[in-house]
Structures are given as structure tokens and as C-alpha cells.
């Protein structure tokens, strides 16, 4: 017999688990049930991530990003301290290395003051160095807002609040079609769910449940692996807080930082090269029908031609240990190949059009009866219970608030 909801949302990630709880405190009659293919919850991007509290300073001021941020930062911390998630605000240095940075190290803080972020400030190589007494730097940025958490320890905050208010968290059932009757039929597994509006968080094949609803969409998620190394307690030794390069404004996702983690110990990463699969955590992993389908997809063609140069770099360091930490060796002089030892993987999916454009920012499409997540990229953890409040607005306008 199929079960029949108001609202299924497809993705136990951070974003569909944040959506759900956004939905059930604004209407807690509203009959929910998320569905995930894995047998847990943050599965995949939520649960591979670097584990940081972004505090909003890279974003354009006005960007969903910034937007989603800046408000997802301010109701994240209350909620972790009601339900007990570990985090902590360490804040972190934004190092630049050579004079030809400072321009954009200069754009930075132009931005975070603009996102209303107080108390971050530019600081000299001595300042820098009181802080993280092993970096390298000409100048750098200060931002105290900057922290460290669980997001799998949020995200199980989130189911288990919307179990407790009714919903159903279904696992282990990977959505494979949708037919649209009167109601939307969801054939999950040998599950058929019946729901008045679907709601697509499926992260890495978030391009794909889109196509079961709108196949003309021309969107594709390419995905990108991001490569850890941790530090032995030597390596853990040189770093304080968070190290982080100034980025490259055309590729925001690049550049290796270091990274306290919350449960201790301090990796190195990510960097980010194509992956063969959209779940290849590892380089062998290869899934021919997904990487045939990012090879032929037009607009990975185009990316490619563009920025070739950048992509065998990434591609370099991934096999070659004395060049990432060369990359390294920029921030923190100190540390040695025998400080890092392989780390977990996380893979990004990173949203492209036919052109070979990237997006930088959220993207939500809605259809009849459908909403689509397209595009959730960091700091979507940070951001979840404002990017859960926006999705769950839309798809009640859809079904009448
Ligand atoms: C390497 C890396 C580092 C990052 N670092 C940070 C950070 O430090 N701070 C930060 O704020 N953000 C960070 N991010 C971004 C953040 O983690 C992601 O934006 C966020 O987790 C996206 O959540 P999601 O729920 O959209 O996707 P996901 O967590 O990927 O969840 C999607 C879910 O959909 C499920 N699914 C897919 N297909 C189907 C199907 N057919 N049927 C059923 N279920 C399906 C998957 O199993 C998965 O559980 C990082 C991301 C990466 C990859």
C-alpha cells in the first residue's frame, strides 16, 4: 500500500533534514517523510565536509550565500546549545603570502564589513604570529566569528526533532522515478510514496531527481573531489586555529587550508580535482555512466578548455605529497611530509551550465509540485536552518500556507 504525505523531501543531508525541521515548526500537522538511499543520515557532502562555521566574509554582499550565512550563523549557535551539537568559535586567520594578495585580502574585508560582520580586522605579520606562531604572512585578516562543529551531530539533531514531531525518516531507499498523478508518485525501491510536493536535496544527483520532474532542465552537477591530509601530533603542534589562504576569486573552492577539528586533531585540505564517480571518495572509484556523463556533457567540454591549467595542477598534487605540501609549506613554512598522513575525502558537487559556467550561489527551481534544490554549496552546513527556512517558505506557498 502506498503512503501518501503532504511533503517528501528526497536527501537526508543537512539541507533536506534542516528544510523538514524548518517545515514541521512552521506547520506541525504537516504530514513528512524524508527519503535517503544510504542506511544514515549526512551520508555524503553533510558528513565530509571540513566541519567549519563560515562566518560569511567571502561572500558578495547581497548573495544568497551571504544572505543565507549571516542568518544561518546566528540561528546555528542557539540551536547547538538547546540540543547539545559540539562546536567552537576559534576563529581564524585569512593569510596572504605575497603583496600581490593584499588587493584581495583588501576585497575581503570589504566584503565581510558590508555582511555586517564585526570585530574582524586586518592584522601585520607580528599580530599574525601572536595567534599562529608558525604561519607565514605579509598581512592577514582576523575573524573571530569563525568556528568548528559537527554537522553529522547536527544533522542527527534534525532527524531526531522531526521524528519527534511525526515525520518518517526512510533509509536505504534510493528515489528512481517519479510519476505525476493527481498526486506525485515516488517509486523509491519497492516503495511507492504518494505526495502532494517533492522536495529535491539530493545533493550530488540533485541534477538527476530534478530531470524525473523537469527533463528539459540543462543544468549538470559535475562533482570534485576534495583530498584531506591529517596532521600526526608533531604537524598538529604548528597550527592553533584555522589557516586559510586568500582565495582565488574565480575558483572560491581552491586552496588547501588547515582545519582544527572538533574532536581533535588538525587536517590539511581539501584540494579539488574531478572525480570519476559523484560518491568517488577515493581516485579508483569510477563509475563509467557518471564520468562518461561529465566528459560529453557540453558544458564540462567548455570548463575544460578554460581552465585546463588549473585542472592538471589540482590533478598534480593529488598524486604527487611534496607538492600539496609545497602548497602547504606557503602558510606554514614548518611543516614536513612526515607531518600528514592520509585523511578522509569529501566530493563537492559543484553546479555547471551548457556554457561551462559554475555557480557560485544557491539555485532553487520550483516546478508544479516540485521544488528543486540545484545548487547548495558551502557554507550550506553553516547556513542550513536559513536555507531550510527559504525552501520550506516556497514549497508551503506552494501547497497554501
Ligand atoms: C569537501 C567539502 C568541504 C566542505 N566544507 C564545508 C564547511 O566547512 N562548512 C560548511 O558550512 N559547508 C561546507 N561544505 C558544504 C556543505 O557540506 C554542503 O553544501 C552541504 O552538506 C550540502 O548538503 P545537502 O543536504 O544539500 O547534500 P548532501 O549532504 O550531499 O545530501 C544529499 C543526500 O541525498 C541523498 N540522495 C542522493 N540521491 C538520492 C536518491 N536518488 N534517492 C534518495 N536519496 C538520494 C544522498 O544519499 C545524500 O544523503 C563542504 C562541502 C564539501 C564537499
Not at 544514515?40 to 561572500?59: F, K, L, P, T
Not at 547548495?376 to 517558505?393: K, R
Request: positive net charge; aromatic residues 8%; charged residues 20%.
Amino acid at each position: 500500500m502506498a503512503k501518501t504525505y503532504d511533503v517528501l523531501v528526497v536527501g537526508a543531508g543537512i539541507v533536506g533534514l534542516a528544510t523538514a525541521y524548518r517545515l514541521l515548526e512552521k506547520r506541525p500537522s504537516l504530514k513528512l517523510a524524508v527519503v535517503d538511499k544510504e542506511n544514515r543520515v549526512a551520508a555524503h557532502q553533510s558528513g565530509h565536509n571540513s566541519g567549519v562555521i563560515h562566518s560569511g566574509i567571502y561572500y558578495r554582499p547581497g548573495s544568497l550565500r551571504a544572505r543565507y550565512c549571516i542568518s544561518g550563523y546566528k540561528a546555528l549557535l542557539p540551536f547547538c546549545d538547546e540540543q547539545g551539537v559540539p562546536y567552537e568559535i576559534c576563529g581564524k586567520l585569512i593569510v596572504a603570502t605575497r603583496e600581490a594578495e593584499l588587493p584581495r585580502l583588501e576585497a575581503i574585508l570589504q566584503h565581510g564589513r558590508a555582511n555586517g560582520l564585526a570585530g574582524i580586522r586586518r592584522i601585520g605579520p607580528e599580530e599574525a604570529r601572536a595567534i599562529e606562531p608558525n604561519v607565514r604572512t605579509v598581512a592577514a585578516l582576523r575573524v573571530p566569528q569563525t568556528g568548528i562543529m559537527d554537522y553529522v551531530a547536527l544533522a542527527e539533531a534534525y532527524r531526531r526533532l522531526i521524528e519527534s514531531r511525526g515525520a518518517q525518516v526512510l533509509l536505504g531507499s534510493a528515489v528512481r522515478e517519479v510519476r505525476r498523478n493527481h498526486r506525485l508518485e515516488v517509486i523509491a525501491e519497492d516503495r511507492t510514496i504518494r505526495t502532494r510536493l517533492l522536495i529535491n536535496c539530493a545533493g550530488l544527483y540533485a541534477d538527476e531527481i530534478a530531470r524525473l520532474t523537469l527533463p528539459g532542465h540543462g543544468w549538470q552537477i559535475l562533482p570534485f573531489r576534495g583530498e584531506y591530509y591529517s596532521l600526526t601530533p608533531e604537524g598538529c603542534k604548528l597550527v592553533k586555529h584555522l589557516i586559510y589562504p586568500v582565495p582565488d576569486p574565480d575558483f572560491p573552492f581552491l586552496g588547501e587550508h588547515f582545519t582544527r577539528l572538533i574532536h581533535g586533531g588538525v587536517e590539511a585540505g581539501p584540494n579539488a580535482v574531478l572525480a570519476f564517480a559523484r560518491e568517488g571518495y577515493h581516485r579508483t572509484i569510477v563509475n563509467w555512466r557518471e564520468l562518461a556523463g561529465t566528459l560529453t556533457y557540453p558544458g564540462f567540454r567548455r570548463l575544460a578548455v578554460r581552465h585546463w591549467r588549473q585542472g592538471l595542477m589540482e590533478q598534480y598534487r593529488s598524486w604527487s605529497k611534496p607538492a600539496f605540501v609545497r602548497q602547504l609549506q606557503k602558510l606554514v613554512p614548518a611543516v614536513r611530509s612526515e607531518h600528514l598522513q592520509p585523511g578522509g575525502a569529501g566530493v563537492r558537487a559543484v553546479l555547471c551550465s551548457r556554457k561551462g559556467e559554475l555557480s557560485d550561489d544557491f539555485v532553487i527551481e520550483e516546478g508544479p509540485a516540485v521544488v528543486n534544490v540545484l545548487n547548495a554549496p558551502s557554507p550550506a552546513a553553516t547556513a542550513s536552518l536559513a536555507v531550510g527556512q527559504h525552501i520550506a517558505d516556497r514549497a508551503l506557498t506552494q501547497i497554501g500556507d
